[in-house]
Nanobody
């Protein structure tokens, strides 16, 4: 059974940093692209960053380019999101899922809350 467990969120001031982790199990992690999403209250879920199975291909939403860095450790079945220069508009619940163009797993984790104060 697929399990995705996000962690690392918290409350930070504008300009601060956080590192999110997503621990995956129940599937062959190294065979899948992985994507970070976020959802703010009253907004639809949006793609933040994605990374191919080998880590060779990476893509970011325009709103986070130059500030966020996605990476993965296939030996640990974990994908990371380093977030720097955080802004209040980054406040959201952050999730991970498999896939490059769409989320491929029906079961989502609980997410990790990121709150950026001004």
């Amino acid at each position: 059974q697929v399990q995705l467990v996000e962690s690392g969120g918290g409350l930070v001031q504008r300009g601060g940093s956080l590192r999110l982790s997503c621990a995956a199990s129940g599937f062959e992690f190294s065979n899948y692209a992985m994507t970070w999403y976020r959802q703010a209250p009253g907004h639809e879920r949006e793609l933040v960053a994605r990374i191919s199975s080998t880590g060779r291909n990476i893509d970011y939403a325009d709103s986070v380019k130059g500030r966020f860095t996605i990476s993965r450790d296939n030996a640990k079945n974990t994908v990371y999101l380093q977030m720097n220069s955080l802004k209040p508009e980054d406040t959201a619940l952050y999730y991970c899922n498999g896939g490059w163009t769409t989320a491929i797993f029906d079961s989502w984790g609980q997410g990790t809350q990121v709150t950026v104060s001004s």
